[in-house]
Nanobody, 114 residues
Framework: QVQLVESGGGSVQAGGSLRLSCGAS????????MAWYRQAPGKQREFVAF???????KYADSVKGRFTISRDNAKNTVSLQMNSLKPEDTAVYYC????????WGQGTQVTVSS
């Protein structure tokens, strides 16, 4: 397994941008899927985006065209570039690794004000 640590969260006005990073304690080169999820207050955790070991990506409809996920296997990091942020993007964002195991990070808060 790997330990995951998210960073890059913060407060931004609507229309702004943030870049989240997820650092892994070990190599992510062979990890099948790296993903981002988010959980807003009072709501269930929901899928945001994933990227496979061969670079295939998928996005939730709510973020498609605004968010971009990427992975740097050499640096053992996964990033989420978030543009055109909306107040409804406010949530705690979590990084997830899926292979023969599942690992979650502790989350990073993103707050978007109108």
């Amino acid at each position: 397994q790997v330990q995951l640590v998210e960073s890059g969260g913060g407060s931004v006005q609507a229309g702004g941008s943030l870049r989240l990073s997820c650092g892994a304690s070990g190599s992510i080169f062979s990890i099948s899927v790296m993903a981002w999820y988010r959980q807003a207050p009072g709501k269930q955790r929901e899928f945001v985006a994933f990227i496979t070991s061969v670079g295939i990506t998928k996005y939730a409809d709510s973020v498609k065209g605004r968010f971009t996920i990427s992975r740097d296997n050499a640096k053992n990091t996964v990033s989420l570039q978030m543009n055109s942020l909306k107040p409804e993007d406010t949530a705690v964002y979590y990084c997830k690794a899926v292979d023969s195991f599942t690992s979650w990070g502790q989350g990073t808060q993103v707050t978007v004000s109108s």
